[in-house]
């Protein structure tokens, strides 16, 4: 299964770049390198079901600069199965560039991502929803004119008495312009926990392939998400509105 899947991925990698245009990058907020220009907003709100969970969320970043962005966001989870409900913790965060494309001649973009989270409920499940946790990571990449590659490596501790957790990811992706209006997107996470959970068991260590359907108009972008998680044999399905001012 995971041979056929990384087998399409590499065949849309040689053939979506032929059907590609010049699009405007610095308005296309889906793309994995997307950075905001100076005092530029962008909202995200998104809707995902997952596991018998449907998560709502809202985040907001600023553009402090054309190498600075600051953002906060938060979620509630409604548990259908279980006890689970409630907001998660406060994520505030930034994305700091340290190389655009005209910095080196390999034309590499490279950001530096770190935040921390408080506050969330106690009885929401870790790591997502941890009460105290703080990562850090980085991203890099390059923008072709059809399409961009970009990885991301990212380490996150969660902090709690019981509950507590280290985890590394690392998510390679692939975004692809098709036309004006409609991209395509693709990536695989792979996340290695230091244990499992200690009350009920959950393995953290995870294996998603991610596909997203972006369909844009002007500022606003609408976006369609499934996921499918290897050990867990689960689909998580979503949408998500982005609009930039």
């Not at 906060?72 to 494309?101: C, K, P, T, W």
């Not at 590499?108 to 009885?123: C, H, M, P, Y």
């Not at 929401?124 to 105290?132: C, H």
Request: glycine share 8%.
């Amino acid at each position: 299964m995971r041979k056929f899947l990384s087998g399409v991925l590499l065949s849309m990698c040689m053939i979506v770049p032929s059907l590609s245009n010049a699009n405007d990058l610095s308005l296309d907020t889906s793309d994995p390198l997307f950075m905001l220009k100076t005092e530029g907003i962008l909202s995200k709100t998104s809707l995902t079901y997952w596991d018998h969970i449907l998560r709502a969320g809202q985040s907001m970043s600023y553009g402090m600069n054309n190498r600075l962005t600051v953002g906060a966001d938060v979620h509630y989870q409604h548990d259908f199965n279980g006890d689970e409900d409630g907001f998660s913790a406060i994520d505030l965060g930034a994305v700091y560039r340290m190389a655009n494309a005209d910095d080196n001649d390999a034309r590499i973009i490279s950001d530096v991502l770190f935040g921390f989270k408080f506050g969330g409920g106690s009885r929401v499940r870790t790591p997502d929803y941890a009460d105290s946790t703080y990562y850090a990571g980085v991203r890099f990449g390059r923008q072709y004119a059809g399409m961009t590659l970009a990885a991301t490596v990212k380490s996150t501790w969660v902090f709690d008495d019981v509950r507590g957790v280290a985890f590394l990811d690392f998510t390679p992706e692939a975004y692809f312009r098709i036309s004006p209006d409609f991209n395509l997107g693709a990536g695989f996470t792979v996340r290695k926990a230091t244990h499992k959970d200690p009350i009920d068991g959950t393995d953290f260590d995870q294996e998603w392939l991610h596909t997203k359907f972006v369909r844009k108009f002007g500022n606003t972008q609408y976006i369609g998400r499934v996921d499918y998680e290897f050990e867990s044999d689960d689909f998580q399905v979503g949408a998500q509105i982005n609009v930039l001012f």
